[in-house]
C-alpha cells in the first residue's frame, strides 16, 4: 500500500468516526454538566498555570488570575407532554425551586408535571465551580440553560418575589462532562504508560532516555528502602546532567520497607531524568505515564518530501504535547496561557484537531473577568491577538453564539485599551505594559511601534464585525470608523516612499528611520498593502537581508505566512525545510522556542540568561502545520464555517502532496501532483482554484478559465472531482 | 453596694483592662496573619451568608458573591543592624524571593542579611484566602507590608525583570489572627456550653426552652439508637410546636449503637426546640453551645427607671447576637449581610463595643469587589447607607488608612449609582433596583423618591470628605458640587410650604401629595433644614398621628433620633417605654425585627405571608443603646475619632443616669442626675454643656453661661469632674 491509498483509507475512516462524533444540536438530548459560561475555565487555567515550578519552587504567572463566581442560578423553562422524573446532581452545596418555589431539603430527585414549569437550580461552592447535571427521559442540562449570578429575587414584606429583576441571563457553559459521575472538580488529562527508551545504570543513578521530548509523570518501579531520590528532567541530556542548573528537578525523601510502584505527583517535561539515589535506596524499572488531552487528528498532510512530512509530523506532535487543559507555551517551564502563543495555536488547531472546546477554553482563561486592570499576560500585543484570535475563531467555527456571549468582556478589554492611547489616538507602552513583539536583539519598544498600531487596527475591526453578531449597531459603527481613522494614520505616519516599507515607530513624533518585518509582514496578509506596496515590502523587506533577521519560530510563522500569501511557496519550502529541517538536523523531537543555526552546541539550550532555559518544545514552533494546510494544500475559508471556502493548491516545487483539511462538520480532502488534482468535500461550497500550463479537464465538470493561466471550478458537497492538468 | 459606685468600679476595671489591650501602632511588632485587605472579609462573608437554611433547604443570597484573588504578591523592605532568621507559614502554595531572587523550594525559614533587603511571598489558594504569617526577632507580617494581585515581574531574553510595573500596592489586611496555628481559614466564633431552662418530655418528643433567645449548636446527650431525629426550632413556643410551619428545623437519621454526646452541625436560632424522634431512640439530656465573637462591652448605661435598663439589656444582648462574623440582620433567618441593618449596628457599636474590626470587616464584605453590577444587597438605599457608613466610621474611629485604602471602591460604587440618574439627575428605580426604604403598608416606590435623593446627597457629601482624605482634589470638587446641586433641587422639588414637609416623591414631573416620614426626619439630623423647616417638621410630620406611622424598629431608630436632635428626649423616653417596653411587657428575651402594638397573639410572628417568618431577634431592633448614647448621655464627637467631642447629657425626665461612652483610645464616664454631673474622659478635649436653672460650680473649673441657661465646661483627658447644678 503506498501512501496515498494508505492516507484515502485513513481519511475514509475518519470521516465515519467524524459523522459519529459530530452532535447534530437540533437532536441534542445529551445531559452534560453545565456552569457559567467562562467559569470552569478560569478555575481550571488557576489550576493549571500554577503546577509551573522553577527547581523546586513553586513559580505562578505575574498577572492577576480570576475567580468563578460562588453562587450560580440555573433555570430552564419545560413544557412536558407527561410529568417526568429527573435525576439532579452538583458540585457545591444547592437548592431546588419548582416554579420558583423552594422544595425542603437537597432533592436528588424531583418529579416535573406535565404542562409548562420552570427549574431552578442554585449552587454554591467556593473550592470549585458551581455546576450541575440533570438527567431525565426529556429533560436534560445543556447549554440552553440559562444561568447568572444574581438573580435579584427579592420579596416584599407579604413574600411577594419582585419580579422585574433586571438580571442578565446567559446560556450555561460545558465541555464534556456527559456522566454525572464525571466530576468537572476533578478533571484529569488521559494518560498511558510509556517505556523507556534507554535506561543507564551507575552506583547511585540511573539516567533515562525516553527516546523523544515527552510530557508526564515518571513511575519509579520497585521503589524500596529509606533515603533521598533526585529527579532531574532535561528535554536534552545535558540538561538532565547538569543537577545544578536544569530548570525543573524534584527531590523525594523516601521510606518504603516494602517495593511499591511510585507515580510522581507533578507531571514533567523531559526527554531524560537523572535520579540520584541514596545507596540505602533501591529502584527496579523507570517508566512514565504519557499525559494528553485525547483529541484525534483530522488534518493530514504527505508529500514527495520526506523531510518535510518528517517537519509535519514532528509539528504535530508539538502542537499535541503543547494541546492540554489549554494551549500553552511550552511544556518545560512556562505551561501558561500566553495569548501570542495560543493565537498560532488556534491557527495550527484549525488544520490539525479543529478542537473548538479548546480554542473557547483559551481564549475565556486569557480574559479573565472585569474589571480590566492589564494587558492580557500584562502584554500590550497579547491583548490585540485575543480579539485576533476571535475573529479567526468565527470565521473558522461560525460559532455566533460564542460572540454574543462574551461580546461584553471584548467591549470591556477593548475600552481598557482605547483608555491608553496618547493624544496621537495610537497606543505605546504605559507603566505596567508589556510591548513584547518578539524575542529580538536590541528590538527597540519605545513610543508608537507601528506594529502595535497595526495589531489595534485589527481588533478594531473584529469589534465591528463582533458588534454586528452582538446586534450593536452603534458598537458596530463607532469601530468601524476607529478602525478606518487608525488605518489612515497607518500609513501618513508610517509609509516612508523611501524604504518601501513602513518604519518600525515614531518617537517624540518623529518617525524613525529603522525598518523591521514585523508591521510590514502583518500588512501583507492583512490586506493593508495595496499591490504595489505588497511588492515593494517583498523586495525591501521580506527578501532583504539587511533588514534584521528573525530567530523565533513565533515571529517566522507570519514573516513565512507573508511570503505565502505573496505567491513565493517554493521559497517557503525551502526556508521551512532549512529552519525546521535544521532543527531536525540537530536532533530534535519537538520544535523549539528559539532557533538560531550560528549557535553550537549547548547553545541552543540556552535563554533568558540561564543555561538550559529555552524550551525545546514550543507550541510556535509547529506553525509547518499551518502553512502546509492553507498555503500549499491551500484550503481556507471564505465565510464562516466554510459555508464558502477556497482550495488553491500549490506545490511550491514538490512532486505531490496530499492531505486533508478539517471543517466543522466534515473535511476538505486534496491530492496535487504535476498532473492531476483531486479534491472531495464533506462541508459547504468551495472554489477550487489553479494554474495550468495547458487547458485543465475534469470529466463532466465545468473548469472556468480566469486569464493568465489560472482557472476556477465549483466544488460540491460530498461528490469527488478529478482534475487533469500540467503544473505552472 | 448601689448601683452607681457597682458602675465606677465597673468603668475602672474595665479601663485596666482596655488599657492592656489596646495596641500601640508606634510599638506593634505583633506577628499577624495578612492578606489582600477586603478579601478575607468577602470570603469569610460568602461562608456565613450561605449558612442560611428555610426547613432544611439551602437559601443562598440573591445577590452576586464574589471571591478573594487567588493568586498574591506580598512583600516588605527591610534594614537590619544584623541578620536574622524569621519563620514563614502560609495558607496556600507559595515561594519565596530574597531580593526579587527566588529561593529554591519552600522555605519554612529563611535568613535576612544585615542591610537593606526585600522579602517577598507569593501564595495562591482557591479555597481559602492567600495569607502569610512572618516572625523574627524584629520582622513581623502586619498591615505595613505591601501587597498586590498582579506584580507584573516579566523577564526580558536576557532574564531581566521589567522594573517598571505600574503596579497598584496596598497594605496587608489582618484582624486578630496572632498566632500562626490560628489559621484565618479556620476562623470559627467561640462557643461555650448552655443549658436548658426548661425540659418538658412526653414519649417520642422533647421540648427545651432555653428561657431567652439564643444562638448556637444544640447538643443531644446520650443519644442512642436507631432511628429518626427532628428538631424543630422556635424563637416562640409556638413556631417550636409549629412543625409544619415554623422556619428552620434539622432532620437526622441516627445510628448510635453506644450513647454517644452529639454537636448539631449547623447554628440555629432559637428560645425553644421541640425534638421528636422515633421510639427506637433515645435521648438523655439536651443542651447547647451558645456561640458568640468574643467581644467586650464598653458602653454602660443605668438610669433610675428599672424598665430602660432592660431596655437597655436586651438592645445589648439583641445587638450582640446579630454581632458574628458580621453584623448581620437577624439571628433565625437570614443572618445576611444587609446593608441597611448593619449601618445601625455601626452606630449602636460605637455606644456598646466600638469594636472596629466589626465593622470594617462589614463594610468590606458588602462592597465586595468592582464591576459594580447592582446596589448593595440589590437595594438602592442600601447603597447610599455603605457610604454613611463609612463616614460615621471615619467620625468616630479617624481611620484614614481604611478611606485611603478603598476610596477606589467607593468611587466605582459611587460610578455606578451617579449613572443610574435620570435626566433630572435624580435617582429612581430601574430594572433591577430595589427600592427599599421600610416595610410599610402601600409605601410608594414610585418615580423620583425623596428620601433616595436625601441619601444620595449625604453620600456626595461622603464622597468629597473622602477624597479629600484620599487626596483626590478633583473628585472632592465634583463630589462637593453634585452635593451641593442635589441638595438645592430637594427644596425646590420635595418641599410643600403648605405641607410644612418634605412630600414623599415627584411621579412624572409632579411631586405627589403625599407626605411620609421618611426624608423628613434624616433631613432633621442630617441638618438639611433650617430652624424653622425643623420646627414645621417636628410638629406636622414626626408628631402628626395623621402621618403613616412606622411600624419597624428599623425606622423608628431614625424617627426618635430626629426627636432626641430636636431636644425631645422626654418624649423620646416615653416612646422608647412605649415601644420596645411593650415588647417585653410581651415576653420578649431580645428585640423584634417588627412590631405592631394593635397585633395580638402569635400575629406578633408572621411576615413575608409566613406565620413565623418574622425574627424575633433583629439587630435593628436595639437602637435605644445608640439613642440612650448619644442623646441622653450625649456623647457624640465633633471631629474625627473624639479628638473633640460634646457631652451634652438629658435626662429626659430621669431622675439619674449613669454611663460609659467608648472611644478609640479610652472610655468616657458620665454621671448625672437633677443636681449633679460627673464626667470623666480617656480621651480628647471635650465640652460639656447642660442646662441649669441657676448657676453652676464646678471646684476649679471654669464654666462658661451660653444664654438661655446653658453652660459649657472644657473636659480635659483624664481629670474627673464634678458640675454641681439644677436640671431645667
Redesign the interface.
Known sequence: MNLQTHLVKTISGLCLLFTLLVINPAQAQQATWIWYPGDYEI?LA??MQ?RRT??????????????????IDFHKEFNLAKPEEVELYAEG????KLDSK?????PTKVTIPAGKHKLNI?V?A??KVPAIFVKGPTIVSDSTWLVT???????D????V?G????AWLKAGSWNFNDPNNLPSKFKLATEPWKAAKVTRQPGSILVDFGKETFGFVKLQGLKGKGKVSLYYGESQEEALATETGETLD?LQVDRPQAVDMVLPGSRAFRYVNIQFDNTVNIGDVSMLYEYLPVADRGKFRSSDPELNKIWDVAAYTLHLNTREFFIDGIKRDRWIWSGDAYQSYLMNYYLLFDSPSVTRTLLAQRGK??V??HIN??MDYTFYWFLGINDYYQYTGDKSFVKQFYPRMQSLMEFALNRRNKNGMVEG?????VFID?ADGLSKQGEVSFEQLLLCRSLETMALCANIAQDQEGARRYNELAAELKAKLFTTYWDQNKHALVHSRVNGQPTDNVTRYANMFAIFFDYLNAGQKQEVKQHVLLNDKVQKITTPYMRFYELEALCAMGEQDYVLKEMKDYWGGMLKLGATSFWEKYDPNEKGAEHYA????PF?RSLCHAWGASPIYLLGKYYLGVKPTSPAYATYLVEPDLGGLEWMEGSVPTPKGDINIYCSQKQIKVKSGEGTGTLRFQSKNKPSSKGNKITAKGNNTYEMFIEKGKEYVVAYTAK
Not at 452545596?93 to 431546588?96: G, L
Not at 423552594?102 to 437537597?106: A, E, I, K, R, V
Not at 449570578?149 to 420579596?155: L, Q, R
Open positions: 478555575w488557576n489550576d500554577n522553577e527547581r523546586g519552587a513553586f513559580f505562578p504567572p505575574f498577572w492577576r488570575m480570576d475567580s468563578h463566581y460562588v453562587l452545596q444547592y437548592n431546588v423552594m422544595l425542603p431539603g437537597t442554585k454554591h467556593q473550592d449570578f444574581e438573580d435579584k429575587e427579592w420579596i414584606e407579604t413574600g411577594k419582585s422585574q429583576s433586571g438580571t527531590h472585569d474589571p486592570t492589564s500584562t502584554i504605559l507603566a505596567g505594559d508589556w524575542w535563554m533568558y540568561g540561564r532555559g
